[in-house]
């Protein structure tokens, strides 16, 4: 395959992806103007870019959600999928990328990035997607490109290729030199690149970066080896043929240069894109896809829109489809398509069909999720691909500020977990809470103001509660009595108790050795009943655990008895034998495994020991050169806002697992204040 040579491959999608705040909106907007399908690029700073139509994302002037937008560029249609680059909004790259035909990784000269790099490229790797990595910002650029090459090598598994090379003149950058093409090229802002001759220095540096790209070309290939060996210059489509070949089976991770905000490199970009990316047959193969006639896509977003229903953002792999055909998905559920759009950011125009390699929105196909693979034939196709969130690391307790939306809450919530499932929604069956957990504090901050200007809830949210408890320490006998007269027939139960502790994490137990019928029978489930009443709350105001109470003996009244006596007089004896028994305070301690940068781990540590944790150890992360994972033990109370240090101390690529281990005794002052911040609550 030549350089203006390509056999037709349908349209493609490209992922859009890259550290925080490395300029991938930005490059996108360059895309769509150099392109036509906007008249000039917009701005992430003035709130006018395509990718960041959403409120949230304008108030932030970051990506919080992915972006949709589809361009032609020489008679091909592209879908360009712009990507969150913060680790806290990162499913919708990972629900996304299966669905791409290949990545473009944008990232800037900046050491202190590299680890969210190597989180991405990682990402990339494991799925077997063709990624091009574009060096963005490279009018800034203050080191020689091969001191950068060999900074950002660490992050990629496979060898990162240089395909050009920056021009210099004095200490800025004013063009570049294409390897394949061997071509030099002026920067021009907002225009086209000019071509210029190759001569001089640039000419002598252009043939040593040359040579390096084939070296590692040949690698791969035993011709071109044979060829460089004997000072044989290769063909130059060999050279793009190879390019391709390697690109898509992943041996190499090709390099290019620009300057995203400059719309400079953007046209040389999607030419590689043109030539050497795949389409939607090779993705399709990829994904295990086989010969079908029907339709079949994979939906990669869910969307709520206030006026259109919601929106499922699908990549179609195969088949052809028309607006109005009834889907099943692999989930199970089945429904009809009530509109097909073409996506463009915040803009959708409505279109009879799609084919296979477009990326559209179908409408109002309520029982579709993310994740879903479905499919216009008679039965439900199987799943392509699980993509499963990363696990939660922070959480808030939200409530209606009107008491009269707690059913619009409900249901608006339901809706957030649709759209990203990486935010989950528990229901605190003791202290009746819903609890909203996310990835991080910016995570949690734009759901709240979804549920705020979306659908219209306001809440209020403070911490979730701590799943404190108690136990006791010393064993009692105690009497419960219950006797109430109030005409007619009364209320009598009286019961023996005795309480005793119970080895941590026995829980609680119920037993009985009465004799003689001191207590009926068919009394008993109540006392068991009441016994449970009693520890629910205890004199230290939590619940009470690892206790043992056997009644022993009682006496009723054969009139006034009956299982609300009982029930009564066992909670009775509970309340007022729990405060005999030395009551201790218990909080839950976690095992918590934290993935941090090695450079970083010294301050992890730090941050464990100021947060009471006891570190049990550390260790190189398996298979991740320059990362360590570290283990510990937390108290609950102490892991609230731990991403917080966390994510600041590894700028922003850096995240914990927690699993609750057991319940440890907390005495002396910090009890106190616990108890005290309790009862105030309360």
């Not at 994510?647 to 002052?669: L, P, Y």
Request: with cysteine; charged share 25%.
């Amino acid at each position: 395959m030549g350089q203006d040579v390509r056999s037709p491959r349908g349209p493609r999608c490209i992922a859009l992806v890259g550290p925080f705040q490395s300029g991938k909106t930005t490059l996108l907007e360059a895309i769509l103007a150099r392109t036509g399908a906007i008249p000039r690029a917009g701005s992430v700073d003035a709130g006018t870019s395509v990718g960041d139509a959403t409120p949230e994302a304008r108030d932030h002037k970051m990506t919080v959600g992915l972006t949709a937008a589809t361009t032609s560029f020489m008679g091909d249609s592209y879908t360009f999928l712009d990507c969150p680059g913060s680790i806290e909004f990162a499913h919708d790259m990972r629900a996304a990328l299966p669905a791409v035909d290949a990545a473009i990784v944008v990232c800037e000269a900046d050491e202190k990035k590299l680890p969210q790099l190597q989180i991405i490229l990682r990402e990339l790797e494991e799925l077997k997607i063709p990624r091009f990595l574009f060096l963005n910002k490279i009018d800034r650029a203050n080191e020689r490109i091969r001191e950068t090459l060999a900074m950002l090598q660490p992050a990629s598994r496979v060898p990162l290729v240089l395909r050009q090379i920056p021009i210099w003149k004095g200490e800025l950058i004013e063009g570049f030199v294409d390897l394949a093409l061997e071509r030099a090229f002026i920067y021009r802002e907002h225009k086209a690149s000019e071509v210029i001759a190759l001569e001089g220095g640039d000419l002598d540096r252009e043939k040593e970066a040359r040579f390096s790209m084939l070296e590692k070309l040949a690698d791969h290939d035993d011709a071109l080896m044979e060829q460089l060996l004997e000072d044989i210059q290769p063909p130059r489509d060999a050279v793009f043929d190879d390019l391709a070949r390697e690109l898509r089976e992943g041996l190499i991770c090709p390099v290019l240069l620009g300057a995203a905000a400059r719309e400079n490199g953007v046209l040389r970009l999607m030419k590689a894109l043109r030539h050497e990316a795949p389409g939607v047959a090779e993705t399709a193969t990829r994904l295990g896809v086989t010969e079908t006639k029907d339709a079949l896509g994979y939906v990669f977003k869910t969307l709520h829109s206030q006026h259109g229903g919601k929106l499922s953002l699908t990549r179609l792999l195969a088949g052809h489809l028309d607006d109005g055909a009834t889907l099943q998905s692999s989930s199970g559920g089945a429904g009809r398509i009530s509109g097909i759009l073409a996506v463009n950011g915040a803009y959708d125009t409505k279109r009879a069909s799609a084919e296979a390699g477009d990326t559209v929105a179908l409408a109002k196909l309520d029982p579709v999720k993310t994740g879903d693979t479905v499919s216009n034939g008679k039965t439900p196709p199987s799943a392509l691909i699980t993509i499963e969130p990363t696990p939660p690391v922070l959480a808030i307790s939200v409530a209606a500020t009107d008491r009269k939306d707690d059913v619009k809450l409900g249901q608006a919530l339901m809706r957030l977990h649709e759209e990203d499932p990486s935010l989950m929604i528990v229901q605190n069956a003791k202290t009746h809470d819903t609890v909203l957990w996310g990835q991080g504090e910016m995570h949690l901050r734009v759901a709240s103001e979804r549920l705020r200007d979306r659908f219209g809830v306001k809440v209020t949210s403070h911490p979730p509660a701590i799943g404190y408890q108690e136990t006791i320490r010393k064993p009692i006998t105690q009497r419960g009595r219950h006797k109430k007269q109030s005409g007619g027939h009364g209320q009598f139960g009286d019961v023996v108790l005795d309480i005793k502790p119970l080895p941590r994490g026995d829980g609680f137990k119920f037993a009985e050795t009465v004799v003689g019928g001191a207590v009926p029978r068919n009394y008993i489930p109540a006392v068991e009943e009441g016994v449970v009443d009693g520890l629910a709350r205890g004199p230290l105001g939590f619940p009470v655990t690892d206790v043992e109470v056997t009644l022993t003996d009682g006496s009723y009244h054969s009139v006034d008895s009956s299982d609300l006596a009982f029930r009564t007089a066992a909670r009775v004896g509970l309340n007022e034998g729990l405060p005999q028994c030395q009551p201790v305070l218990l909080e839950p301690i976690h095992v918590v495994e934290i993935v941090c940068p090695t450079d970083a781990t010294a301050k992890i540590n730090a941050i464990l020991s100021a947060r009471r944790g006891q570190i049990l150890g550390f260790d190189t992360r398996e298979g991740w050169t320059g990362w360590d994972c570290v283990r510990a033990m937390m108290p609950e109370a102490e892991i609230g806002e731990l991403i917080v240090e966390l994510r600041s101390a590894t700028a922003g690529a850096g995240s914990f697992t927690r699993q609750f281990d057991h319940m440890a005794e907390v005495t002396g002052r910090a009890a106190d204040q616990i108890i005290a911040a309790h009862q105030h609550a309360a």
